[in-house]
């Protein structure tokens, strides 16, 4: 589980996604986070956890 805190008013925000990879691939596996009270959560599946490890990174839609 990914959790993050995005230090802008709701209204600003239109997505946020999750982008992870195990280390080493070529391309990311994109997913949408939900908002849950004050934070964002996306999910990296537990088959991804494997002793080589995680790339992982979020990108933030604004509507400014």
Do not use: A, C, H
């Amino acid at each position: 589980m990914i959790e993050t805190f995005i230090d802008l008013p709701d209204y600003e925000i239109k997505n946020v996604t999750l982008f992870y990879r195990l280390k080493g691939e070529i391309k990311y596996v994109e997913t949408p986070m939900y908002k849950i009270d004050t934070e964002y959560l996306g999910e990296i599946p537990s088959n991804f956890s494997k002793m080589v490890g995680v790339e992982y990174f979020l990108i933030v839609d604004t509507y400014t």
